[in-house]
């Protein structure tokens, strides 16, 4: 059910951040949240000029503007998440193909390397053993490089996509559905797929009603 006091819809205080592990070094972490809900019901109630006439009139009108086409959308855009994510270079590569955002990353120009890189659970031993093996090959000649007096961002090229970043991503709410909508659907690979899933997790805990109205509406859940 979601969260609604006697008269409107009310923002959860959860307690941030929130963090959730995802693959095997990863996470995504709501830092920072502005508005939620009740964000949304502000941006909706100034175009009409009213308020909410009952407990669930709030929760109603959003479930109207979420199915509604075409879409009021700018209403959801009042409601801003920072989150912090760390994923393989490959999957952070698709996540910033988003521009409706705002990002910054981890520079391998400035910054050591870690020696993290992500492995993949579902493979032979056999497979494991060799790709851990390339992995560790690639940052054996990394670390000689350096120690030859590379600079990190030339010797970072040895490096495969497999291998951890870190960004922080500020986004709002109707371009953060844009991207669970995309990454979500099971034609996005499946490792985005397991960030997606974790966001829409957090989406629950903070903003109950618009993630239920849009898992409904939109993802048809
Ligand atoms: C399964 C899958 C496979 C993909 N495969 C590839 C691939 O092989 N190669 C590849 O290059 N990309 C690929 N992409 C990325 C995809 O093309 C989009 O770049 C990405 O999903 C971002 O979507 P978006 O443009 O809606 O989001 P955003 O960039 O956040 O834009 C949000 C919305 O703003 C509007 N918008 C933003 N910029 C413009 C603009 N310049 N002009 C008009 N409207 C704009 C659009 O309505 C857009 O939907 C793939 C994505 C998915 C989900």
Not at 86 to 100: S, T
Request: charged content about 25%; aromatic content about 12%.
């Amino acid at each position: 059910m979601p969260s609604v006091d006697s008269e409107r819809v009310t923002s959860p205080q959860a307690e941030l951040p929130i963090r959730v592990s995802v693959l095997d070094r990863g996470w995504i972490q709501l830092e920072d949240l502005m508005g939620g809900d009740a964000a949304v019901i502000r941006g909706a109630r100034i175009c009409y000029q009213s308020e909410a006439r009952s407990p669930q009139a709030d929760v109603r009108l959003i479930r109207r503007l979420m199915a509604a086409e075409p879409k009021h959308n700018t209403v959801f855009e009042h409601a801003v998440f920072r989150f912090g994510v760390k994923c393989p270079i490959f999957v952070a590569r698709q996540w910033l193909r988003h521009r409706i955002c705002s990002f910054n990353e981890k520079s391998l120009r400035y910054c050591i390397a870690e020696r993290e890189y992500y492995v993949p659970q579902d493979i032979s031993d056999a497979t494991r053993q060799e790709y851990v093996a390339h992995m560790e090959a690639s940052f054996d000649l990394y670390d000689r490089l350096l120690a030859a007096g590379w600079h990190p961002e030339r010797a970072r090229a040895v490096l495969g996509t497999a291998i951890y970043t870190e960004f922080i991503w500020t986004v709002n709410a109707w371009s953060f559905m844009n991207w669970l909508y995309k990454r979500l659907d099971p034609s996005a690979q499946w490792e985005h797929r397991q960030y997606a899933e974790a966001a829409l997790g957090i989406y629950r805990q903070v903003m109950p009603v618009t993630a239920a109205a849009f898992e409904q509406s939109i993802l048809k859940r």
